[in-house]
């Protein structure tokens, strides 16, 4: 083993951190959605998570050379969590559920991806957001509770 292989395995082995630092994130995230007995909870948003970082990181360093374009693969990671996202979205007995489960799915991919792509602290910031946002609007607030109304 040269010395270019044994950066190269200390590169990947970098890089393989990027992924279980989404795995973290992603579990928290499905974690708290788990708590509120959501469709997609820890194992949906962990994987997404580590799904998008791990092909972030493929599309990024796997494909070496001036031609490499990881922009294109990440667009391409939007497009098809929003389609997994699609699927979690039911609309029953005039109602639509599983729109916010499918938006928080297609948000923890984006952070998947920063995590992939070595920004930790936009990776573990925005998880506090999202977590955050999630349990503010859970607040019994009249701000946030819908209209009745009656017919």
């Known amino acids: 083993m040269g010395m270019g292989e044994k950066l190269d395995v200390l590169g990947e082995l970098f890089h393989l951190l990027n992924i279980l630092l989404a795995v973290v994130l992603g579990f928290a995230i499905g974690y708290e959605r788990k708590l509120r007995y959501k469709e997609a909870g820890i194992r949906t948003h962990t994987?997404?998570?580590?799904?998008?970082?791990?092909?972030m990181v493929v599309s990024k360093y796997g494909f070496g050379g001036e031609d490499a374009d990881a922009s294109r693969v990440a667009a391409q990671i939007v497009a098809g969590v929003g389609f997994l996202g699609a699927g979690i979205i039911v609309y029953r007995?005039?109602?639509?559920?599983?729109?916010?489960?499918?938006?928080?799915?297609?948000?923890?991919?984006?952070?998947?991806?920063?995590?992939?792509?070595?920004?930790?602290?936009?990776?573990?910031g925005a998880t506090v957001i999202l977590i955050g946002v999630q349990c503010l609007f859970h607040i019994k607030c009249k701000f946030f509770r819908r209209r009745s109304t009656f017919r």
């Not at 109602?95 to 998947?112: I, P, Q, R």
């Open 47 to 55: 994987i997404v998570f580590a799904g998008s970082a791990l092909i």
């Open 93 to 124: 007995k005039h109602e639509v559920h599983g729109l916010t489960t499918a938006a928080g799915v297609w948000a923890t991919a984006g952070v998947g991806m920063a995590a992939g792509a070595g920004l930790y602290i936009i990776a573990a």
